[in-house]
């Protein structure tokens, strides 16, 4: 699972449209620097744009031969994203579009729909985005899944289509992208003759062959066991955000990165805690099985290419893999912290946020590393609390569909700060632990703008309301907003009660009233995330990336 992607304009942008920002008197006003911006531009000043480089000194002649090779294999999994989201061929739907600022921002949400703005269209003549995406038949309505008896129908790699004569069946990604997947699969191949790292050799050969086979589950475990690699690859059909139906169908996407060995090396004790520190969760025994995972490990990367999934919208920093809940019981998992990307998140938008809402008394105690960390430990809670049902309901990914990706968003960011709060304790992490509550309330501000069409807002505005609620932080008259300490860390440990309940209980009626009730904006809230909006902060970045980028062929 990754930490990813309410920023809304106030209207929905369309081809020819323009944004309803003005006052009704139709005079604007000059402090708001957003009425001078074209709807086209306010669309693009969302995003601000990040150069990936990283140090590559480190690396030997072969690790560099290596890296082109998986920026072309990452490039073929944007291909097949903008398949699988978007229902009709790239070129074609970008041909029509002859706004050039429209056709960029289109190319930023891999079709025509905002995902910063719960997934509106942008462009005219496209209407609501299809929950299941292009995994299923449009004209295909839930009661026919659910009446279909189809032992395979929620894999996580085939497509729905119809036969001939109209019924439903599956096609397995390696048919239905088989062009697409070979020429990856041979790019991987490619690359592995420079992997001099055994581990590193071995996952991408098995990589490799699960491309074409779509069988993963020995190369996560390759994956998992490999150790002293100082180039990483994560590529296939993973996350299943996309499919906003069901849950059940993974997206294609692949990310390029550079390990960090020295800052890796302080996070290596944190992974030998877990254990006890899932016995301490605040929940009844039978919610917190033991964790018997002996291959997890944390590490810090400088990430040189994102592409497909993992590319779209709301970019990720941090990374918990994989998410097969077998492989994730026997041998636990991997947490990526893509170090360069936070930190340019932290000072080009993090920090801007938290000066405009956080109380000046408290603004002195966000920091970077409190940041880091935050971010850090929801990675590693998403390997805590439970995986499979306690009641025969499956797993809690099955049993919660379409809620399962944003309450698992919401429990690892929950946990995380649980873990914070124990670790001080014990004395395993530096600073004062008022640094990382303030830190954690900024950082909600900067994630629920990613809106309620993406699973991490959807997580932040639960957590932002439920906080409220509890009274664990306060709205002052001047619009900024002061941490209560002691009720916050109550109103953590109560939540993360209530959410691990619901997911051992596979309780989807429970999750779907809690999303109902609290996984929206209330009014108070968008008038401050329109300060934002006024201010010129961006939700989010888009990337200069590639071979030229790292000078490289």
């Given at each position: 699972m990754r930490t990813k992607k309410l920023f809304i304009l106030g209207c929905t942008i369309l081809l020819l449209a323009s944004c309803g920002n003005k006052k009704k008197t139709g005079t604007a006003d000059p402090k708001d620097s957003t009425q001078q911006k074209s709807p086209q531009d306010l669309l693009l000043s969302k995003y601000t744009t990040v150069r990936l480089e990283a140090d590559m000194g480190a690396l030997t002649e072969n690790e560099k031969k290596m890296i082109p090779l998986l920026i072309d294999a990452a490039k073929i999994m944007d291909e097949l994203f903008w398949e699988q989201t978007l229902g009709e061929p790239k070129e074609e739907f970008l041909a029509k579009i002859k706004d050039e600022k429209l056709k960029q921002f289109a190319i930023y949400n891999y079709g025509p729909w905002d995902r910063l703005d719960d997934n509106k269209p942008f462009i005219e003549g496209y209407g609501v985005k299809p929950k299941g995406a292009n995994f299923y038949p449009t004209d295909m309505d839930t009661t026919e899944f659910q009446n279909w008896k189809e032992p395979g129908k929620k894999g996580l790699y085939s497509v729905v289509r119809r036969d001939e004569g109209g019924k439903l069946k599956l096609i397995k990604y390696s048919e239905y992208y088989k062009a697409k997947l070979e020429q990856a699969a041979e790019l991987i191949k490619q690359a592995a003759q420079f992997a001099d790292d055994p581990g590193l050799n071995k996952y991408l050969h098995l990589r490799h062959e699960a491309l074409l086979s779509d069988e993963y589950q020995a190369s996560d475990i390759a994956w998992m066991e490999m150790k002293t690699n100082k180039i990483d690859f994560v590529v296939g059909p993973i996350e299943t955000y996309e499919d906003a139906l069901y849950g059940y169908r993974s997206s294609f996407e692949a990310y390029v990165l550079i390990k960090d060995m020295e800052w890796s090396k302080k996070l290596e004790k944190y992974v030998a805690m877990l254990p006890d520190l899932q016995q301490g969760l605040p929940v009844d025994k039978k919610y917190k099985p033991s964790l018997t995972g002996s291959k997890a490990d944390l590490n810090a990367y400088d990430v040189v290419y994102y592409a497909g999934e993992g590319n779209s919208g709301g970019k990720?920093?941090?990374?918990?893999?994989?998410?097969?809940?077998?492989?994730?019981?026997?041998?636990?998992?991997?947490?990526?912290?893509?170090?360069?990307?936070?930190?340019?998140?932290?000072?080009?938008?993090?920090?801007?946020?938290?000066?405009?809402?956080?109380?000046?008394?408290?603004?002195?105690?966000?920091?970077?590393?409190?940041?880091?960390?935050?971010?850090?430990?929801?990675?590693?809670?998403?390997?805590?609390?439970?995986?499979?049902?306690?009641?025969?309901?499956?797993?809690?990914?099955?049993?919660?569909?379409?809620?399962?990706?944003?309450?698992?968003?919401?429990?690892?960011?929950?946990?995380?700060?649980?873990?914070?709060?124990?670790?001080?304790?014990?004395?395993?992490?530096?600073?004062?632990?008022?640094?990382?509550?303030?830190?954690?309330?900024?950082?909600?501000?900067?994630?629920?703008?990613?809106?309620?069409?993406?699973?991490?807002?959807?997580?932040?505005?639960?957590?932002?309301?439920?906080?409220?609620?509890?009274?664990?932080?306060?709205?002052?008259?001047?619009?900024?907003?002061?941490?209560?300490?002691?009720?916050?860390?109550?109103?953590?440990?109560?939540?993360?009660?209530l959410i691990l309940t619901l997911q051992g209980d596979g309780d989807y009626a429970g999750v779907d009233k809690l999303v109902k009730e609290k996984g929206k904006i209330g009014e108070e809230l968008q008038a401050d995330l329109d300060r934002l909006d006024a201010k010129n902060i961006p939700v989010d970045v888009v990337f200069e990336q590639g071979k030229d980028v790292l000078g490289l062929k």
């Open positions: 990720t920093i941090a990374i918990n893999l994989p998410n097969d809940e077998e492989v994730h019981v026997k041998y636990g998992s991997r947490r990526l912290q893509l170090k360069n990307v936070m930190r340019a998140k932290f000072d080009k938008i993090m920090m801007p946020i938290a000066e405009e809402l956080i109380d000046p008394e408290q603004l002195k105690l966000i920091n970077f590393d409190a940041f880091f960390s935050t971010t850090m430990f929801h990675e590693v809670a998403h390997g805590l609390g439970i995986k499979n049902t306690i009641n025969g309901k499956g797993t809690v990914r099955e049993a919660l569909k379409d809620h399962a990706s944003a309450l698992e968003e919401g429990k690892a960011d929950i946990l995380g700060l649980y873990m914070i709060t124990e670790l001080h304790k014990m004395g395993e992490i530096e600073g004062q632990l008022e640094e990382f509550y303030v830190t954690f309330l900024a950082g909600i501000f900067r994630s629920v703008r990613f809106g309620a069409g993406e699973a991490h807002g959807v997580a932040n505005m639960i957590r932002f309301n439920y906080f409220k609620e509890k009274g664990a932080f306060e709205r002052g008259s001047n619009g900024k907003y002061k941490v209560n300490f002691d009720k916050m860390k109550d109103a953590m440990t109560s939540l993360s009660t």
